[in-house]
């Protein structure tokens, strides 16, 4: 396996320490993946401290992502403000993500369905439809 790195495919200049933190996304989606199967696919992943965040989304083709990085600054003025701009990369010598057309193979195997009115939907863990007559519909309003 070849040394872990990012090179910039399309976008403007990005800064080692940026290229440290998307190979360390990265792996941490990767491991979150094997740990429980799934992973959160617009999730922001920041470094503590840090004052910018990345989001990461697998391209087709092998080893590219598209990364959106959020940078939270001050104006002159002392306002708070965030400026988010959008590169290529492509990874090598790290586990890659999923294609998208795998995550929906991953979702499909990590969540169970319901038939609705609507037709067939995946369901979030812990809210299955409880079907015993003796469950009541709580009432808020």
Not at 68 to 87: F, S
Not at 116 to 129: A, H
């Amino acid at each position: 396996m070849t040394r872990p790195s990012i090179t910039l495919i399309e976008g403007t200049h990005i800064t080692a320490a940026d290229k440290r933190n998307i190979l360390d996304c990265i792996a941490y989606l990767v491991a979150q993946i094997n740990s429980s199967g799934t992973y959160e696919l617009l999730q922001w992943c920041s470094r503590g401290g840090s004052t910018k965040a990345y989001q990461i989304t697998k391209e087709p083709k092998s080893g590219v992502y598209t990364v959106a990085i959020r940078a939270n600054e001050t104006t002159d003025h002392g306002q708070p403000t965030q400026r988010t701009m959008t590169v290529i990369v492509e990874a090598r010598g790290v586990a890659h993500l999923p294609n998208l057309a795998d995550y929906v193979d991953l979702i499909k195997q990590a969540h169970s369905t319901e038939l609705t009115p609507t037709g067939e939907q995946y369901v979030i863990p812990g809210c299955e439809r409880n079907l015993s007559p003796a469950t009541k519909q709580l009432d808020l309003f």
